[in-house]
């Protein structure tokens, strides 16, 4: 059974950045990967990114060029940098962990409790 426990959410206004973290354990961490998705009130979970086991990673077209992900296999940690905020990217951000990547939410076997992000215009 592997934890992910999401980090980092918060109020920033638009234009404007924010760094969840997801911090893993229970597996080797080095072994998984990881996607991150959103949800919004009333709407669908959306994919947002991924990065596979070996570092590549793969995004939506909704955040490809304004956020980044990336994992640090000695801290068990997976990261995604927000830049250039959009009132639209409000929602809770939850990271989830498969032995691969996937866009499909149900592909992905561990989940964490999600964290919110707001972002006011």
């Known amino acids: 059974q592997m934890q992910l426990v999401e980090s980092g959410g918060g109020l920033v206004e638009a234009g404007g950045s924010l760094r969840l973290s997801c911090t893993a354990s229970?597996?080797?961490?080095?072994?998984?990967?990881f996607s991150w998705f959103r949800q919004a009130p009333g709407k669908e979970r959306e994919f947002v990114g991924a990065?596979?086991?070996?570092?590549?990673?793969f995004y939506s077209d909704s955040v490809l060029g304004r956020f980044t992900i990336s994992r640090h296999n000695i801290k068990n940690t997976l990261y995604l940098q927000m830049n250039s905020l959009k009132p639209e990217d409000t929602a809770t951000y939850y990271c989830?962990?498969?032995?691969?990547?996937?866009?499909?939410?149900?592909?992905?076997?561990?989940w964490g409790q999600g964290t919110q992000v707001t972002v006011s215009s």
């Open positions: 989830a962990a498969d032995l691969y990547p996937s866009r499909q939410a149900e592909r992905m076997e561990y």
């Open positions: 990065v596979s086991a070996s570092g590549g990673t």
């Open positions: 229970g597996h080797t961490f080095s072994s998984f990967a």
